[in-house]
């Protein structure tokens, strides 16, 4: 079994996540979009540190029913790597649009210049 | 075929020393082509000596490496609608006089990119490091086996290009080390490439910002981004063109 001190941590654990980021969108540090993943990973991990029965059952399949808490970290982990592979592909769609931004600025500032030195020449006219 | 209106794109970080002469040098060469110098957010007075040296200059906000500066110039060059393209690298090692020898073959029609090749029949007496000698043979063999056809130099950016390919390169275009990446890029395209000798000269100011270290890093990302392409669908432009 479960020893009731982890799933008493755990639930608290995973209480505090979901404040935390609850919080962070309150205040619009966070998006809704990026703070979905972490809200999900919150009440996974609550659900699976107070519906005790269920770890044990579930660790019970995955053969290591002599440490059901193993699934806590499991689970906490798997989710933490989703997390981040979803950031890193946010993040490399980020770097693609800001690299088009900077090469469009470029090109229009160029524009821009060219079009102002027409503009003065007309004024000296 | 003729070349039509001709611009030439030349990437420059932190080349204030040599940027100057590559400028007067392509227009030496021929007065009718159009010089763009993508000045990558350098530090020193690359974009006005490029300037002063009677260049077009695009000024990055900020360093996006020699991937996404090259680019730029093709975005240019596609946007102002030019015939033809040629990208000389701005420390000087791409000679201006050897751009006939590119154009010669690009003017015939057959190719839609010429890349200047220091290693096609004998090639000239380059003797790169040894990091960087690895990743050249390893490439050029790769990239050959993908694409069913003979490559000898695929990380040289000594090229000049049709209005597909430009096109193609306005569009996408790889970003760091992206020479290789962009050989096989053309290769998916259906586009033609044709390989031209050319000597290159060493670089004449600052030194090249390929170490051992960074040499092996490049190997593995771009073979990673080779073996990825392949797996890739890509649209034919022709077929992008269809309603």
Redesign the interface.
């Known amino acids: 079994m479960t020893p009731v001190r982890v799933s008493i941590a755990a639930a608290i654990a995973s209480v505090l996540l979901i404040l935390i980021v609850l919080e962070l969108i309150r205040g619009r540090r966070l998006k809704e979009r990026y703070a979905l993943l972490w809200l999900v990973t919150g009440v996974v991990l609550l659900v699976l540190a107070v519906w005790r029965d269920g770890l044990n059952t579930i660790a019970g399949w995955l053969g290591v029913s002599g440490y059901p808490p193993a699934i806590l970290f499991a689970a906490a982990i798997l989710f933490v790597i989703v997390v981040l592979l979803h950031y890193s592909t946010v993040l490399s769609k980020l770097d693609d649009e800001s690299?088009l931004l900077?090469?469009?600025?470029?090109?229009l500032?160029?524009r821009v210049d060219e079009l102002a030195a027409v503009d003065d020449s007309r004024d000296l006219l | 075929m003729t070349l039509g209106r001709v611009i030439a794109v030349v990437p420059a970080f932190n080349e204030e020393g040599a940027i100057g002469s590559v400028v007067t040098g392509i227009r030496a060469l021929d007065p009718a082509i159009d010089v763009v110098v993508v000045d990558d957010a350098s530090s020193d007075g690359t974009g006005a000596r490029a300037a002063a040296a009677g260049a077009t200059v695009l000024r990055l906000p900020y360093n996006l490496g020699i991937g996404g500066a090259v680019q730029t110039g093709f975005r240019f060059a596609h946007l102002r609608g030019y015939d033809s393209a040629v990208r000389l690298d701005g420390d000087g090692q791409h000679d201006p006089a050897e751009l006939p020898k590119l154009f010669a073959v690009l003017a015939l029609g057959d190719a839609d990119v010429v890349t200047g090749s220091r290693f096609i029949g004998g090639g000239g007496d380059y003797r790169p490091p040894l990091g960087r000698r690895m990743g050249i043979v390893w490439f050029a063999w790769l990239v050959s086996r993908l694409t069913r056809r003979r490559v000898t130099d695929t990380t040289s950016g000594f090229q000049a290009l049709n209005r597909r390919a430009i096109a193609l390169f306005a569009e996408e275009y790889p970003s760091d080390y992206p020479e290789v990446e962009a050989s096989l890029l053309v290769a998916k395209h259906r586009l033609r490439l044709v390989e031209v000798q050319v000597s290159m000269r060493e670089r004449e100011h600052g030194t090249s910002s390929i170490t051992f270290v960074r040499s092996i890093y490049y190997m593995l990302k771009v073979t990673l981004a080779l073996v990825v392409a392949m797996a890739r669908k890509y649209t034919l432009p022709e077929e992008a063109a269809r309603p």
């Open positions: 690299t900077a090469q469009e600025l470029a090109i500032r160029q």
